[in-house]
């Protein structure tokens, strides 16, 4: 205890010396750190820690002055008008980039503040294809978006499941529309057939009349775009129906909520899909979970190797630039390209990642099981 | 063909439970002239409480038979609506009687909103797994057509327990009673009956089948949580008005109409539109339904006479 007290004040010292001497860039990470989903926010917290400590232990230069990184992390409750507080606070701190946010529906609104400020934004996990279509400069991620992601979804109904014959349902919210519209397209690009395409509500409980109709049109594979509060309870109905069809559903269905409300109908026919690839098969994937495990004392959750790729995307784009200054490094993160931990990291004109990775899970064994 | 059936029989189970909740909206409407919003709001304590009830016993005697464990739910989950339903017309409309028709309204709204903000407290935001103690597991009575003794069972309670009120309400002392205070407050008081009595058991006798009604709606889709009161609760308004609200039989009728309605729509707009709209619309449909049959029977299928009342 005394030990360790002593080497904390050590790091105090050494911090307070590093204060005197070298230039401070602060850069922001904003994720939920209070709620149901805290523990996935902490993860991305402590993968931009993880780069943030990285890049300082490398003695970075920039304008020939030493730099030290450090990290401000804030908690936006996975709630959208406090991630607009937060990125607000973010900004009067005069941060220079910000790694996040982890939610869709706060990343979106946030990014508006983040551009009007003109600091970079990369996010290590929101997924909507809506927030690299404001127009937006300096808006960015590193993971893959719904459009990529329903593109392998409807390549996997057709071809991995040789579903030549595809029933989409969708819940009419921005989210299982998207996934759902970009299903299709990758279906009828892959020579598939859409035999029946329906749609329900995100509040509703029954779909027995428009399963009714799908099991009519007789489909090898039934794709629900939507949450698993609907998606669980339907799998449910199909079984009842007597529907012997394959059941695929995009990343609000790929959980463990999905498999409880299904109950007895889970079975090797139901599969779903999410943006990344699962840790081991990352190409940096086992050192850096190793790293970050002897770092924080815990194993990665989800995003922290995309909260440390988009950390280090824009500490990369700084040393370019040879220019902590938003308005200078802004070009150099648009060009950057490098070996992350999770792949090769550049973006695409609209600030995409390129090549995005999504992995296909089956339920096996009590759980979703990558492929 | 088999499709058809087999959308009727989705309609009928649906219905069935549209048309409970609907009875308890058209009784209070019937004596009160109050639509009350809040009873959605009773189905959904109805299946929560039940889950409650019976994940705590699963969890003292996990070798009790299901159908046993169903009946304690159910005889948790009725008194606890009926009290609800009790207090909430004893503290919230009756000092609202003879007020405006809007204040009750509006208070009805309020009572809503109040009881699913109490629910989410006790009872968390998440989704919560119903147990399913009626078997799921689907019966193929024709070929083609699969219906699940859980279903089965629901129509034929729905069933029993429409005939059980309308006997109550035509054949017994109460019934007249309820009755009369319908037709006229003051002069059935001058006649003998405690309207506040009456008043006050209408309204926990449409919790006691709105409690039933939560219990096997949950039982059904194996899925209950705060919020679930809203759609049911807003279709059986439907239902009531649909077949004449203030009605009984109408009650019954809308329900069971709205849900084959539904379920037809759903399955067969495309062709009727030739294509032009979707399933999308399908509450859309049952709404112009809706709108046609108070176009030319402004009182519902079944309506009430319309002069008696005011």
New interface residues.
Partial sequence: MKKSLLALAALGLGISFAYAEDMVVKIGSVAPLTGSISHLGKDNENGALLAIEDANAKGIKIGGKPVKFELMGEDDQADPRTGTTVAQRLMDAEVKGVVGHLNSGTTIPASRIYHQAGVPMVSPSATNPKLTQQGYEGIFRTIANDIQQGSVVGNFAVKGLSGGKVAIIDDRTAYGQGLADETEKAVKAAGGEIVAREFTTDKSTDFMAILTKIKAANPDVIMFGGMDAQGGPMLKQIKQLGIGAKFVTGDGGCSPEFIKLAGDAMSANAYCTMAGVPLDKMPGGKDFNARFEKRFGTGVQIYAPYAYDATMAIINAMVAADSVDPEDYLPELKKVSFEGVTGNISFDDKGDIEEGAVTVYQYKDGKWDAM | ME?LL??IL??L??GSVYALVALGYTMVYGILGLINFAHGEVLMIGALSALTTISSLIGVAPDLPPLLLLAAGLLVAIPTCMTVAFLMERLAYRRLRGAPRLAPLITAIGVSFLLQTLAMIVWG???H?FP?LIS?T?L?PIDGV?I?PVQISIILVSALLMFALVTLVNRTRLGRAMRATAENHRVASLMGVDVNRIIALTFVLGAALAAVAGVM?ASN???A?Y??G??PGLKAFTAAVLGGIGNLAGAMLGGIVLGLV??????YIEDFTFGFL???Y?DIFAFVILGAVLIFRPTGLLGERVSDRA
Avoid: C, D, K, L
């Fill in positions: 499709t087999q959308q989705n309609g189970v649906v935001r998440n989704y797994t399913q799921t689907p193929q699969f699940s709606f889709y194996g899925i949580h919020a679930m809203f759609m539904e379920a037809v729509g759903a399955g979707n399933s999308s399908q």
